[in-house]
T-cell receptor
Framework: DTAVSQTPKYLVTQMGNDKSIKCEQNLGHDTMYWYKQDSKKFLKIMFSYNNKELIINETVPNRFSPKSPDKAHLNLHINSLELGDSAVYFC??????????FGPGTRLTVL | GQSLEQPSEVTAVEGAIVQINCTYQTSGFYGLSWYQQHDGGAPTFLSYNALDGLEETGRFSSFLSRSDSYGYLLLQELQMKDSASYFCAVLSGNTPLVFGKGTRLSVIA
């Protein structure tokens, strides 16, 4: 049973398009996150939700909009995709922030 | 702000011991976590230190010195499968977790 799942695993799209990535966790955790990992493997938090409420919103362009319909789901919608958005996006969840469980990642390539 | 420093690359021989250091600067420090990430995979949690000293989990140990703002991950009896990137991450009152840039460990025969 997958603990944190993301779809799709790969996403290839053109500049200017809008795309969404879905994330679900079945661990019963209260907090979910979105991270961006660039080509140099730098892992940077984008958003954090606790019980469906946004608690962290790092300096991210407002083209990125997270949505949490319930505490088991955290989706990421990206408008007007740019070349610089190409990266691996990881969803994670945790009950305690020190130990986070990551999904398999979504490799986004913007052409 | 917060900053973490760890070596970008380390190479070690199979069966040996390797230590990956991490120094950090932050306010409101709670603790230091370590994560492992294989190429193409997701980060996975290894350990967490909130108090000074050594925490051992099998072949992996993690150490923290709060007064020195320093920690390390110690890997013993290295195996080829330990080749991966290792990230230290600081937990503080400001943000949930801030990751270092990672250390790529290559284990050679």
């Amino acid at each position: 049973d997958t603990a944190v799942s993301q779809t799709p695993k790969y996403l290839v799209t053109q500049m200017g398009n809008d795309k969404s990535i879905k994330c679900e966790q079945n661990l019963g955790h209260d907090t979910m996150y979105w991270y961006k990992q660039d080509s140099k493997k730098f892992l940077k938090i984008m958003f954090s939700y606790n019980n469906k409420e946004l608690i962290i919103n790092e300096t991210v362009p407002n083209r990125f909009s997270p949505k949490s319909p319930d505490k088991a789901h955290l989706n990421l919608h990206i408008n007007s995709l740019e070349l610089g958005d190409s990266a691996v996006y990881f969803c994670a969840s945790s009950q305690a922030a020190r130990e986070q469980f990551f999904g398999p990642g979504t490799r986004l390539t913007v052409l | 702000g917060q900053s973490l420093e760890q070596p970008s690359e380390v190479t070690a021989v199979e069966g040996a011991i390797v230590q990956i250091n991490c120094t950090y600067q932050t306010s409101g420090f709670y603790g230091l976590s370590w994560y492992q990430q294989h190429d193409g995979g997701a980060p996975t949690f290894l350990s967490y230190n909130a108090l000074d000293g050594l925490e051992e989990t099998g072949r992996f140990s993690s150490f923290l010195s709060r007064s020195d703002s320093y920690g390390y991950l110690l890997l013993q009896e290295l195996q080829m499968k330990d080749s991966a990137s290792y990230f230290c991450a600081v937990l503080s009152g400001n943000t949930p977790l801030v990751f270092g840039k990672g250390t790529r460990l290559s284990v050679i025969a």
